[in-house]
């Protein structure tokens, strides 16, 4: 992420409800998501919309940075790729994955994806935790295929990533392709945008909630090992299983 993260929440005028279990938010996605379009982003602290790369403090201009960022990583990236990507849509979903900063903002079909993502690791100064929910259209959706260039759309759009690589399909991948309006507005939040703000929902996930829907969700397999699919994640999941996070107490666990 950035090098230096706000901790100014997110100002909106989106739907939001306070969700503090596993079973309130089945409830919640059982009532008011039953449409096959709804996305879903998990995010540890109520932060705004916007990509990655709108919160580096880059070299130079943006537009100029990401190119040659992206260009570097095509250069420099092939030989540890087990497939080649044929586009520059494919380039920025894999070097996103990969934790390199873009103009895309990661969201996935798989809504307990999601929550994990939420309350994989204590909170940070014990806000709440954030799932978003996306109701989608058919006229969000980017056509990669048509050739549109990923740096010049002219708003906002969503995009599906071909599954070319292993973390993309166990995340069931998607993501949202920002618009860049010049130095002056920068990336403009998705709820703030006026073409979204109205689809959006956000759900709120108390700190205290954390450890127990963490570990609901670790029994039910969402868990770093499965969600990364390769050997970053399993370590990962292999430590959580053997050692407490600061929110965790042994006691409760144990009982």
């Known amino acids: 992420m950035a090098n230096k993260r706000s901790a100014v929440p997110a100002v909106s005028s989106v739907r939001e409800s306070t969700i503090s279990s596993i079973a309130a938010y089945a409830a919640y996605l059982e009532k008011k998501c039953d449409a096959d379009d ?37 250069l420099q990236a ?23 900063a873009t103009r895309l903002l990661d969201w996935t079909a798989n809504p307990m994806a999601a929550l994990w993502f939420a309350v994989e690791k204590p909170a940070n100064n014990g806000g ?18 048509n050739d549109e260039d990923p740096f010049s759309g002219n708003r906002t759009r969503l995009f599906r990533p071909r599954h070319i690589t292993q973390r993309i399909i166990a995340q069931s991948g998607w993501f949202t392709v920002h ?7 920068g990336f403009i939040p998705l709820e703030r945008n006026k073409l979204y703000k109205r689809r959006l929902t956000k759900l709120l996930i108390p700190a205290p909630n954390f450890p127990a829907i963490r570990r609901e969700l670790d029994r039910l397999g969402f ?16 430590q959580s299983r053997h050692s407490f996070e600061r929110d965790e107490v042994p006691a409760d666990i144990e009982a």
């Open 223 to 238: 868990n770093a090992a499965n969600l990364f699919a390769d050997l970053d994640g399993l370590c990962r999941h292999i």
């Open 38 to 74: 709804v996305l879903f982003r998990g995010q540890p602290e109520d932060l705004p919309l916007r990509p990655r790369i709108a919160r580096l403090r880059l070299r130079t201009d943006l537009e100029n940075s990401e190119r040659r960022m992206l260009q570097d990583f095509k």
């Open 179 to 185: 618009k860049y309006l010049g130095k002056d507005k």
């Open 78 to 100: 092939l030989p540890l790729l087990r497939m080649q990507p044929s586009s520059d849509w494919d380039w920025l979903a894999v070097a996103q994955h990969h934790g390199m």
């Open 128 to 145: 709440p935790g954030v799932v978003w929910i996306f109701d989608t259209e058919n006229a969000d959706y980017a056509k990669p295929e």
